[in-house]
């Protein structure tokens, strides 16, 4: 460091300004500098030396820091919106909770620095180095990352509502419960390693899981099995009725099926219906016992239309309830998915005609709509 120049600085923006004015050949070497909670607003600190230096709390907002040299710099807590960070250097620099709102970091490089907390609402970060570094719960919206690295980024519960991430490269980047919504560009997100054949997905999170699928044996082998072997239970499994998830369970895992169980013991939510899609879509055949009228009418009126699944019907004779109502609708609209109710009068008869009126009907329906898949598009010619 230089002691000539931290005094200059030390002593305010006006000074540090008129300085560099007068000396634009010298290039600054504040590097080691500890200069907490300085008032430094729309300093000029272009391409300056400001390697390992405490700069925690400082307001630099507005301040010009074009390729400067921030490597290992605690900017801990400090002010920095609107200021120019392009081309600068940040690698290992501790960012928690900074504010960059507005902030220029074009083409920076920022590899593992620590920006967890950090605001960097519309900040310019096109093709900035973000591998490695640290975006957990970091406020993203609206800024722009286009064509950023992002290699092993965690962005663990960032904000990226609005933000821009076109052509950024996301190979081993994590990404959990993050804030995403219609606003957020991902068109061409690129998944694979550098210097690689490129595959583009135009989805953060299906990224990841695409990237799992072709890298990853035991998950595409896990997916294959839940497609092969995996039956959906439906229903309100509570009070008596669980002694018909528990034979029907075990009939299944005897006749080599993977059973799923979801019990319909939540309120209805637009995630818990989601959820019921998921499964459903993944599954070989789905069995819904539809003796309570509570038990799965709205996921069923959601599924049946948008899963080419077989869905087995199940009743119970000795319910004097009314059952769902609508399963008639649902069979006459899609009578290639909805098979016949079973009505059994006890769940030894209903294990007894398992195979023949349940499982037999579910699998040969299964192989007719896989078919019905594989048909090319109908064209006639007029």
């Known amino acids: 460091m230089d002691a000539e120049h931290f005094e200059l600085l030390r002593r305010g923006t006006s000074v540090w300004n008129k300085w560099r004015k007068q000396a634009p050949t010298v290039t600054p070497d504040l590097h080691w500098a500890v200069i907490r909670n300085a008032s430094l607003a729309n300093a000029n600190l272009d391409g300056a030396d400001i390697r390992w230096a405490d700069f925690v709390g400082a307001d630099l907002e507005g301040a010009r820091l074009r390729g400067a040299k921030l490597e290992r710099t605690n900017l801990l807590g400090a ?4 200021a120019d960070l392009s081309n600068a250097e940040l690698q290992d620099a501790d960012l928690r909770n900074t504010s960059l709102v ?4 074009e083409r920076a490089c920022l590899i593992h620095a620590d920006l967890s907390g950090a605001n960097l609402t519309k900040a310019n970060l096109r093709r900035a180095s973000l591998m490695g570094v640290s ?15 992002l290699y092993h980024a965690n962005l663990v519960g960032a904000d990226l509502r609005g933000a821009d991430l076109t052509g950024c490269h996301i190979y081993g980047v994590s990404v959990w419960e993050p804030k995403i919504d219609h606003s957020t560009k991902q068109d061409n997100l ?6 690689s054949d490129e595959i583009t997905v135009d989805n953060i999170e299906v990224g990841q899981f695409v990237y799992l699928l072709l890298h990853n044996e035991r998950i595409r082998e ?10 959906l239970l439906l229903g309100r499994f509570t009070g008596g009725r669980i002694a018909v998830l528990e034979r029907l369970r075990d ?4 006749r080599d099926f993977l059973p799923i169980v979801f019990s319909f013991d939540k309120p209805e939510t637009k995630s818990f219906t989601e959820t019921v899609r ?4 993944m599954s070989r055949f789905v069995i819904a016992d539809i003796t309570n009228p509570r038990s799965s009418p709205l996921e069923l009126q959601a599924t049946i239309p948008e899963c080419m699944v077989p869905f087995a019907p199940i009743l119970d004779k000795n319910d004097d309830r009314e059952p769902f109502a609508m399963l008639t609708d649902l069979q006459i609209a899609h009578p290639d998915r909805v098979l016949d109710v079973i009505r059994y009068p006890s769940v030894d008869r209903l294990v007894e005609i398992l195979d023949a009126e349940v499982i037999a009907p579910a699998q040969l329906r299964f192989v007719e709509l896989q078919a019905r898949k594989a048909m090319g598009m109908r064209i006639r010619d007029v």
């Open 222 to 231: 896990a997916i294959d099995t839940i497609g092969k072997k995996g039956v």
């Open 251 to 254: 009939e299944l895992r005897r």
């Open 135 to 149: 975006l957990i719960e970091a406020n993203l919206a609206g800024a722009d990352l286009s064509g950023a690295t």
């Open 102 to 105: 507005e902030a220029k970091l």
């Open 278 to 281: 998921l499964l459903a879509g």
């Open 79 to 82: 002010k920095l919106s609107r």
């Open 190 to 195: 690129v998944i694979t390693k550098p210097y």
